[in-house]
């Protein structure tokens, strides 16, 4: 997932790895990165917010095995939560869902994904380490990549 708005940072990106395990995956563990990723997109929205930048998130799933499931979740998010916190700043009661064929935008978070696939699973880093410093972040405080063990 990512953000790109007016500022010099450009492209603001978002990205949970889930380390898998005989508890945690497939739906469960794709549920998990979808709440992950909502909280902190929502959080960064409202940190821009309080710097009086007031934007509202809008999120787009690509067409998938999970994409109908993941408008069940955020729907169920912007209702209870997550456990990051609540989620105020969406533009829409619930995500889009697009082809990643039709869409650049989605085709670019492929790769991030891939890239954070990468980086995690087989310790490989060369995708990642171009875009790293565009994960939101806060001085040195990463915001917007985490890995998550089960």
Same mark, same amino acid.
């Given at each position: ?61 690509? =067409?998938?095995?999970? /994409?109908?499931?993941? @408008?069940?979740?955020?729907?169920? *998010?912007?209702?209870? !939560? +997550? %456990? ?36 995690? =699973?087989?310790?490989? /880093?060369?995708?990642? @380490?171009?875009?790293?410093?565009? *994960?939101?972040?806060? !001085? +040195? %405080? ?9």
């Amino acid at each position: 997932m990512f953000w790109a708005n007016s500022d010099n940072r450009g492209v603001v990106l978002f990205g949970v790895a889930i380390e898998k395990s005989s508890q945690c995956y497939g739906e469960p563990a794709v549920q998990i990165a979808v709440e992950e990723v909502c909280g902190r997109f929502n959080l960064f929205l409202a940190r821009r917010h309080k710097e009086n930048d007031t934007q509202r998130g809008l999120i787009v799933f690509a =067409e998938g095995r999970f /994409d109908q499931r993941a @408008r069940t979740w955020v729907r169920t *998010f912007r209702r209870s !939560g +997550t %456990r990051i916190g609540s989620i105020r700043n969406f533009a829409e009661d619930l995500p889009y869902s697009a082809s990643a064929n039709d869409s650049r935008m989605l085709q670019l978070a492929d790769y991030v994904a891939h890239a954070i696939f990468l980086k995690f =699973e087989q310790n490989d /880093d060369s995708l990642l @380490r171009p875009i790293q410093d565009k *994960f939101d972040h806060v !001085g +040195t %405080r990463n915001h917007g990549l985490v890995l998550k063990r089960s």
